[in-house]
């Protein structure tokens, strides 16, 4: 009877121990803290694991434009025109003459070449618009260009001394007109001319850039004893027929171009073929490059004959 029996053994809770053998048991707010930790657990690895799944260049390129800084010529330019009141700066480009020149440099092939005669109000700009792009000014006065590059020393700007007056205009057209088969030949290399209109004292590599776009607001030519714009405009137009890579077109815009000096020559060195549109004050010509067994800068064109290109 005894080998045979059963023995039942009941455990009192007072007698629940630490050591070996023992049973613990969990409250049910216990295995509740253990799921919801789990549920975390499982949530966030599954988060991060579909984070570094993303497309690469997705990840990428919010990364770039997070880390890329704004450009320094951007940055400056913000600060200048955001500093400056419009109402006390004198000859400043109208908007749409600004989107008119602004548009071309949006559709030149980078990186751009871009020539700029006159130190102005929208210097800073022109730089900005043609970032990553090469952009050169020139300027009749020392003082302006060496403050200018002491400010922001990445512009590249250049002093010319002009040796013309706004006076002497027809005098300088007639003799360019009996050079035009010697030093005022359209297709030339500027820097070993001796013509009275062109420009040969700049450094000598701006003269073997292949310039795209070419803006002449300057120098001085609000009265007859001021510089004038002759000797910019004649230079474009050399510049533009003796261009040197595969490009073959380069655009010139000439601002006030409805003083007497702009006109007239523009028409001479730019001509009228060549004007693509006017916008308030400003030309814009597209200049083909010539062979340099022509010279004349101009066609037999008879500007009657072209419809209106103002606007």
């Not at 809770?13 to 969990?26: D, E, F, R």
Request: a neutral charge; proline letters at 4%; one cysteine or more.
């Amino acid at each position: 009877m005894k080998a045979n029996s059963a023995k039942l053994i009941v455990f009192h809770p007072s007698l629940h121990k630490q050591g070996s053998g023992t049973v613990i048991t969990a409250s049910p707010r216990i295995w509740f803290l253990v799921f919801l930790s789990f549920f975390t657990f499982a949530f966030a690895l599954s988060f991060f694991t579909a984070k570094e799944t993303l497309p690469s260049s997705k990840t990428s390129s919010v990364t770039s434009a997070v880390n890329s800084p704004l450009p320094a010529t951007v940055f400056d330019a913000l600060i200048h025109y955001a500093s400056v009141n419009s109402s006390t700066v004198s000859s400043r480009m109208s908007a749409v003459e600004l989107n008119t020149i602004a548009a071309v440099l949006r559709g030149c092939k980078k990186p751009c070449n871009f020539l700029v005669f006159g130190l102005t109000h929208e210097t800073l700009l022109w730089h900005s618009l043609n970032h990553n792009g090469r952009t050169v000014f020139v300027d009749e006065s020392a003082y302006l260009v060496s403050k200018l590059e002491e400010k922001h020393p990445g512009i590249e700007a250049y002093d010319v001394q002009f040796t013309t007056k706004v006076s002497e205009l027809h005098d300088l057209l007639d003799y360019t007109k009996e050079q035009l088969k010697g030093e005022c030949r359209p297709v030339q290399n500027l820097l070993f001319s001796d013509c009275k209109l062109g420009i040969n004292d700049l450094p000598n590599h701006i003269y073997d850039v292949a310039w795209d776009v070419i803006l002449i607001d300057g120098p001085r030519g609000f009265s007859s004893s001021a510089p004038g714009r002759m000797t910019a405009i004649y230079t474009a137009g050399v510049f533009a027929r003796s261009k040197k890579g595969s490009a073959t077109k380069t655009h010139v815009f000439v601002h006030e171009i409805d003083r007497e000096v702009e006109r007239i020559c523009s028409e001479e060195f730019l001509c009228g073929e060549n004007l693509v549109e006017t916008k308030e004050l400003l030309g814009h010509f597209v200049v083909d490059k010539m062979e340099a067994n022509r010279f004349e800068f101009c066609s037999n064109f008879d500007p009657s004959s072209s419809p209106s290109k103002s606007s």
